[in-house]
């Protein structure tokens, strides 16, 4: 039960309030009603429009901040309400205030110029050659060196890690003898390697044009790509991290990835790391899922700077919209695209229209429907290309060619628990795998990790595989760099696991697979979102395969709901612009 919801008791944040803000009876089902959307991802709860906004009848815990405020607000109490288009709002001060210092910092960056390079980015982009680049990844990479802040959004196959490797090189060129301090960063461990990995493959086509050393630099750059959480020293229990006001992250240049994935309080800390001078350049897909935590930071920056004329941060701004990725693949390209319009009924005529091959062939452009699981699953079910690929991960004689083989397939989930779910797929899943053997070596398993854990230098979300090798049962994971050997760990040293034939669409983001099952959720269920089929079909790329109900489908596109946040009225105050500039606070579209 939740003790959130939960007649029987007050939960301590609620109780607090009561004892020592003199919080009256008749608000504590409002702050309850913020407490649980808090806990689901938003950062404010709606209030009714009737609410009483005097402080007196909320006793201490709770001043009224106007929307058309001169001033700052009194000391902090825990609560506030902010009136926006006429619809108050509950929201706590302290994500009150991490919206307000993220507005204002990017509203500031957004306004400035970048310090000035010794050439100029039209001059750097003539060295890189006209062919190197379209239209729109060429101004991408001028906002970024003619801006301290520059926000780069697409979806996938739109060129985004291209256009950074590019960006990075000529960075580095425009500076031979003081090469820049640059860090890359990413959410995760899992996006951080990716990260990494689609950098240096894209150095190695860097033109002939540039330096000979800027391929090795880029490389080294690349390599020391980690966790957001990492670069930050970020303790999400206090919300604090290494780098403080008085000290300051040294960078030239910061450069996050999967900005999708970054929850308020990251993006709080981030700001507050950063040197007024150090170039900032955001990079992700604001129709993928929010992160785990509270927010929707990346969703409401680039909507404020979309839908709201005479504001800094929509010159900052670029979309890149040309995809590459699914040009061979129409199905998962024209799926994707009715998601992100909210086309319902698009989507089911293109799952209508791309039945499953009978002849166990996969799907000719790239998308096939396996219809409604009704809540079961079977091995026997599984498209004959997906059991091929998950048996040759099962049977590979190498560690190497194991995780080679992985990461060409994955079956995706939306929940972790259940039948349907990450734990009960794994389980049925190993189990075949284990019965099927005709040879005394158990199959190799695949294993994601749970936690960060410095001793082995694993991260949350690190995917490795265990193997008999070598006469003992060992958990290989990829090299930290192309030219390293495997990370062998011994089953004892392991930090908490989890096995991973099946994974969460959370956990999948920043991930690509050649091949991808996703089982969808029921049609009632809270994790039944555009932002969550999305996310999950855009991990392939080549087939993907959607298992469950049609109206699954449907129920996700035809409610545009989303997080409650009120970073785009803190955007527009912080721009100075009239109360009511700033769209609905909520996330939908």
Known sequence: MNPWTSPERLPPEIELLVRRWNLPDARIADVRKLLTLTADGATAAPLDPAAPRAASAWGAACQLIPANRTREPRPPSPLIIRDQRNQPHLQSWRFFKAEESIAVEVIDRASRAAPPLKSSASELLAALGADQLKPEQARAITCALDHPLALIVGGPGTGKTHTLARLLALLITGAPNDVPVIHLAAP????????????????DQLPASLPEKTKGLLKKIATAAGTLHGLLGFNPATGQCRQRLERKLRSDVVIIDECSMVDTLLWQALFAALEPGTRLVLVGDPHQLESVAAGDVLGALTRFAQNVTANPLRRVLIELTESQRFRDRRGIGELAAAMVKFQAEEALALLAAHPTPRDGTGPGDGLAWLGDHEGRFSWERLPSPVQAALIAVADAPTPGE???????????????????GAAGLNEAIQRFL??????????????????????????????????????SRTAFFPAPSPDAPLRAVSLGQLPEYSKAWALTIHRSQGSEFNQVVVILPREDSPLATRELLYTAITRARHDVYVWGAATTIKAALTEKTGRCTLLEASLATAAGLPPGAPPPPHSAP
């Open 402 to 420: 194991a995780l080679a083989r992985l990461a060409r397939v994955r079956v995706l989930t939306a929940h972790r628990e259940h039948a349907l």
């Open 434 to 471: 284990t019965s099927r053997r005709t040879v005394r070596r158990a199959p190799n398993q695949p294993i994601i990790i749970n936690r960060n854990d410095p001793e082995t230098s694993l991260s949350n979300g690190s995917v490795g595989i265990i193997m008999e090798f070598a006469g």
């Open 188 to 203: 995760t461990g899992k996006a951080a390697d990716r990260m990494r990995e689609a950098v240096e493959a894209a150095a």
